[in-house]
C-alpha cells in the first residue's frame, strides 16, 4: 500500500468523511437533488405563468438553473472542505505550476484530438462529441454570457473541488495511482450518464465517445498530485473549457 507523501503535495490528501461528503455534494446533489430544489422554487415565483415562461425561455431558464445550482454546490463544498483547508490548497502558481498547467493542456488536446481522428477513421461520427457536449453547445450558441460563466468559470472550479480535491485527495492516502485511476473512470462516467437517460440515443455511440474524459480526469489529477496546487488543475481546466466555448461559439 502506497502512503508515502511528499511534503510538497500533503494538502491534497483529505479525510475519508470529508470526501464522501464532497463527492456527494458535488456528483449526487448537483445532479438530482440541488436543481429540483431551484426549480420549485421558479415554479413558486413565476406562479400560473411558469409553464408558459419555461416553454419560450427554455435556454435561459435552465441555464439560470444550471448556474444557480453550481453556485450552491460549490459554496456547500467549501464549508464541507473547511475554508482554511481549501484555500491551503489554493496557491498563487509559480512558474513550475505554469509549466505544468501548459504540458497539462497540451497532452489533454493532443489525446483528444488524436482519439476524434482514430474513431472518425474508423467510421465513428463524433459530430458535436456526446450528449453531454452536444447540450453544451447548444447552451453557448443561445445563452452565451450565461454559459461562459457556468461552462469556463464556474464549472470548472466546482469539478475540480469534487473530483481532484475531495475524490482525488481523500483515495490518495491508500495509492496515489489508484486514486487517479478511479478519479478519473468517475469523472468519466458522470459525464456520459445524462447522455444515457436520452431517449434514441445509442449507447454504444456514447461509450466510444467517453474515453477522452477519463484520460483528461486522469491528467488533472496529475497535475494536481504533481504541483500539490488545486490552481494548477483549476487553471489548465478552464483553459481548456474557454477553448471549447469559442470553438462551439464559432
Not at 468519466?188 to 440515443?201: R, T
Request: glycine letters at 6%; hydrophobic letters at 50%.
Amino acid at each position: 500500500m502506497n502512503v508515502e507523501v511528499t511534503k510538497e503535495s500533503e494538502e491534497v490528501i483529505v479525510s475519508t468523511n470529508q470526501g464522501i461528503l464532497g463527492c456527494v455534494n458535488g456528483i449526487v446533489f448537483y445532479n438530482y437533488i440541488y436543481p429540483y430544489i431551484f426549480l420549485i422554487l421558479i415554479q413558486l415565483i413565476l406562479g400560473a405563468s411558469f409553464v408558459a415562461t419555461v416553454e419560450s425561455n427554455a435556454y435561459l431558464i435552465q441555464m439560470l438553473l444550471n448556474l444557480f445550482t453550481s453556485i450552491l454546490t460549490l459554496v456547500v463544498a467549501i464549508f464541507i472542505a473547511k475554508p482554511k483547508m481549501l484555500l491551503n490548497s489554493l496557491k498563487l502558481p509559480r512558474l513550475d505550476d505554469f509549466k505544468t498547467m501548459i504540458y497539462t493542456l497540451i497532452i489533454m488536446m493532443a489525446v483528444t484530438i488524436g482519439y476524434n481522428f482514430l474513431i472518425t477513421a474508423l467510421g465513428v461520427d463524433i459530430g458535436s462529441g456526446n450528449e453531454n457536449q452536444a447540450t453544451i453547445v447548444e447552451y453557448i450558441k443561445n445563452v452565451p454570457v450565461l454559459s461562459f460563466v457556468t461552462f469556463v468559470l464556474v464549472g470548472p472550479f466546482l469539478e475540480e473541488v469534487t473530483y481532484r480535491y475531495f475524490l482525488f485527495g481523500s483515495l490518495k492516502k491508500f495509492h496515489s495511482t489508484l486514486a487517479i485511476i478511479v478519479s478519473g473512470f468517475i469523472f468519466m462516467a458522470v459525464h456520459g450518464l445524462a447522455g444515457f437517460m436520452q431517449e434514441d440515443v445509442s449507447i454504444v455511440r456514447e461509450l466510444i465517445l467517453l474515453p477522452p474524459y477519463m484520460f483528461s480526469g486522469c491528467i488533472l489529477a496529475c497535475a494536481y498530485n504533481k504541483s500539490g496546487n488545486l490552481t494548477t488543475s483549476t487553471g489548465t481546466h478552464m483553459i481548456n473549457n474557454l477553448i471549447s466555448f469559442i470553438l462551439s461559439a464559432l
